[in-house]
T-cell receptor, first 117, second 115 residues
């Protein structure tokens, strides 16, 4: 069964360092997302990406964050200068937008746990 | 703006018993999608069940079923014959109509199944 893959599964970094989280969405999906979950809290939307540009972003997604799709498969989230409060689980997800077959279901990767020291 | 509310931060149930998790949402749309996701300690997001708003029939998946009340904007999850492996955080989520948009999550309910 197709799946979304994320790397790394866990990254520890020092405050102020740059971090890149990588995702490989399902190949025929066209809409991509990053979500964040601070431990024990709700899952928060960061950004959606479609047709090689940001479709929507939340207030959390400030200038420290960026996303890109450098090739036909990878979808990355970059945090330029990490803060302690960036420590969280980051989930990548993809969505099949084509009809028929649209279900509204996002397919999630297993997450990348980021720890900022 | 759409919102999703789960009013039960924590719940517990005895193994083999039935438990119902509550969820309400707010939207002005007539068609949309509703989901329940399970997040075990591994923190993976696992789809439990899906409901399309234009379908009146409540969705069921084995031991999991929903009570979808569109007029009341309520979408509860019933877990029958609870098993220890059902222990997890459960999130209710909303996706708007059309084929783009974002999934909006509730705050989550932590379910503990006791032996």
């Amino acid at each position: 069964e197709p799946e979304v893959t994320q790397t790394p599964s866990h990254q520890v970094t020092q405050m102020g360092q740059e971090v890149i989280l990588r995702c490989v969405p399902i190949s025929n999906h066209l809409y991509f997302y990053w979500y964040r979950q601070i431990l024990g809290q709700k899952v928060e939307f960061l950004v959606s990406f479609y047709n090689n540009e940001i479709s929507e972003k939340s207030e959390i997604f400030d200038d420290q964050f960026s996303v890109e799709r450098p090739d036909g498969s990878n979808f990355t989230l970059k945090i330029r200068s990490t803060k302690l409060e960036d420590s969280a689980m980051y989930f990548c997800a993809s969505l099949l937008t084509a009809h028929p077959g649209f279900t509204g279901e996002l397919f999630f990767g297993e997450g990348s746990r980021l720890t900022v020291l | 703006a759409q919102t999703v509310t789960q009013s039960q931060p924590e719940m517990s149930v005895q193994e083999a018993e039935t438990v119902t998790l509550s969820c309400t949402y707010d939207t002005s749309e007539s068609n949309y999608y509703l989901f329940w996701y399970k997040q075990p300690p591994s923190r993976q997001m696992i789809l439990v069940i899906r409901q399309e708003a234009y379908k009146q029939q409540n969705a069921t998946e084995n031991r999991f079923s929903v009570n979808f009340q569109k007029a009341a904007k309520s979408f509860s999850l019933k877990i029958s014959d609870s098993q220890l492996g059902d222990t997890a955080m459960y999130f209710c989520a909303f996706f708007p109509s059309g084929n783009t948009g974002k999934l909006i999550f509730g705050q989550g309910t932590t379910l503990q199944v006791k032996p």
